[in-house]
C-alpha cells in the first residue's frame, strides 16, 4: 500500500550537487579550508572565499519597511513595476517587436517548471541539451514527462545538425515541442552562441512549426555574466519567430542579484500575437496560485529599485565580479592547455567542464575527492566551478587535475 500517486518515486531525492558540497564542508571543517579545494559550488563567491552579496541589493533589501517585505504582493503574477521593470531589463537597447507578458516566478526553476506544466502533456518528451544542467531531467521526470537530448558541441561549434535531427523526431508526434536553449553562459560548459546561430535556430523552429506548435524556452539565468557590451543583442533574432512558435525566456534574481534564497525570478512570454501570450500567461497564473500561490514581495522590490535608481552602482560591483571570473577562467584555461587537460568550449559564465572519457569518469571523479578536490560529476565530464574557486586556488589546479587524471 501507498500514500503516494502512482509513477512518483517515493525514495529521497539524492541531488549529486547538494552531496558533494556536503562532503566538500566536512573535508574543510576536518583538514582547514587552505588544504580543500572546493569547486562544486554554483554560486559566487570573492577572493576571500565569502558569498558574494552585492551591497546594492542588500542594502535596499535590509532597509524596507517590515511591512513591504512581510506583504503578499499585489497579483499572483508578481507586481506591476516588477513585470515592466523585468521587461525593460530583457530588452533595454535591442529592438523587439512581439507582443509579450511577464510571469514572477519562484525563481529561473519556477519559470522552467511553470513552462512545462502548461505545455507539455503526460508522456510528451521534452528535449535538452546532452551536457546540462541536471534539473532539466529532474523535473522532466518529477512531472512524467520523458527527455531526448540533442548534442551541443560538435568540433567545438554548436551541433545545429543533431538539434535538428532531434527536433524532427518530434515533429507530428505530441500536440507541441519544448526545447530548452540554455544560452548565453551555458551550465555547465560556460558555451554562448552566436547571433547566427540563434538567426538559424529560429528559422529552422519556424519551419517545424508549420506542422507541430513549437516553444523554445530561453534560459538565461547567468545572462548578466556574460562579457559580450550587449549580452540581450540575441533576443533581436526572436522578431523573426512565426505566428506558430512562442519563446520563454527564464529570467532568475538568483544569480543576477546573488539572492539565492530569495527564490525570485519571471517567465517571459513573446509571440507574434497578443492572444498567445495571454492564453500562455493565464494558465501560468493559476499554476502559479496551486503551487507557490505568490512571490517575494521584498525580492520583487528590490529588484525595481536595482532596474532604476540603483542602477549605476549595481553596474558597478557586477563589472567587478565579470572581470573577476575572466581571470579565473584565463588562468584555468591558460594552465589546462599547457599541460593538455581537455575542456568543453568556453567563452563566459560560471563553469567549465573538462571532456573526460565514459569509462574512467567515476573512478577519476572519486580520485579527485581522495586528493580533496571537489567537482561534480555530470554526464559527458567533470564541472569545475570557477565562480567559487579564488585565484589563488586556481593556480596549478589545472596540473594537479591532469597528474589525477593520468593516474586513472
Not at 503516494?4 to 549529486?16: I, Q, S
Request: charged fraction near 25%; hydrophobic fraction near 40%; aromatic fraction near 12%.
Amino acid at each position: 500500500m501507498s500514500f503516494v500517486r502512482n509513477n512518483f518515486d517515493p525514495t529521497p531525492n539524492n541531488d549529486p550537487v547538494f552531496k558533494i558540497v556536503a562532503m566538500a564542508m566536512k573535508d574543510i571543517l576536518e583538514n582547514g579550508k587552505e588544504n580543500v579545494i572546493n569547486a562544486s559550488l554554483g554560486a559566487l563567491f570573492d577572493e576571500e572565499e565569502k558569498l558574494v552579496c552585492y551591497p546594492s541589493v542588500f542594502n535596499y533589501l535590509n532597509q524596507l519597511e517590515n511591512s513591504k517585505k512581510a506583504k503578499y504582493a499585489s497579483a499572483f503574477s508578481g507586481n506591476l513595476n516588477y513585470q515592466k521593470d523585468i521587461y525593460n531589463w530583457l530588452t533595454k537597447n535591442i529592438n523587439l517587436n512581439l507582443h509579450y507578458n511577464v510571469m514572477a516566478s519562484s525563481g529561473g526553476t519556477g519559470a522552467i517548471s511553470l513552462t512545462l506544466l502548461a505545455s507539455l502533456n503526460q508522456g510528451d518528451t521534452f528535449l535538452i541539451p546532452n551536457i546540462a544542467w541536471s534539473s532539466y531531467q529532474f523535473m522532466a521526470e518529477q512531472f512524467q514527462f520523458k527527455t531526448a537530448k540533442y548534442n551541443i558541441l560538435k568540433d567545438n561549434k554548436f551541433d545545429i545538425e543533431d538539434f535538428k535531427k532531434q527536433c524532427l523526431k518530434l515533429v507530428g508526434k505530441q500536440e507541441r515541442i519544448v526545447v530548452i536553449i540554455n544560452d548565453p553562459c551555458h551550465n555547465p560548459t560556460g558555451f554562448t552562441l552566436s547571433q547566427e546561430e540563434w538567426r538559424e535556430i529560429i528559422e529552422f523552429v519556424d519551419d517545424c512549426s508549420k506542422t507541430t506548435p513549437f516553444i523554445i524556452l530561453n534560459d538565461i539565468a547567468y545572462i548578466d555574466y556574460s562579457t559580450k557590451d550587449e549580452p540581450y543583442k540575441f533576443m533581436e533574432e526572436f522578431n523573426n519567430i512565426s505566428d506558430n512558435t512562442i519563446i520563454v525566456s527564464a529570467f532568475s534574481l538568483s544569480k543576477s542579484l546573488t539572492s539565492y534564497g530569495l527564490r525570485c525570478g519571471a517567465a517571459v512570454i513573446f509571440a507574434k500575437n497578443q492572444k498567445d501570450t495571454d492564453e500562455v500567461f493565464f494558465v501560468f497564473e493559476k499554476l502559479a496560485r496551486s503551487i507557490w500561490s505568490n512571490v517575494n514581495n521584498g525580492a520583487m522590490e528590490t529588484f525595481s529599485y536595482i532596474a532604476n535608481e540603483g542602477n549605476e552602482q549595481y553596474l558597478k560591483e557586477k563589472q567587478y565580479y565579470i572581470d573577476l571570473l575572466k581571470k579565473r577562467s584565463d588562468l584555468f584555461i591558460k594552465e589546462a592547455e599547457a599541460c593538455g587537460l581537455k575542456h568543453y568550449r568556453y567563452d563566459e559564465g560560471f563553469f567549465i567542464t573538462l571532456m573526460v572519457d565514459k569509462e574512467i569518469q567515476e573512478k577519476f571523479h572519486q580520485e579527485l575527492i581522495k586528493n580533496h578536490i571537489y567537482t561534480v560529476s555530470i554526464e559527458g565530464g567533470i564541472r569545475i566551478a570557477i565562480c567559487s574557486l579564488t585565484i589563488e586556488k586556481i593556480k596549478n589546479l589545472a596540473f594537479k587535475i591532469k597528474k589525477i587524471l593520468a593516474s586513472c
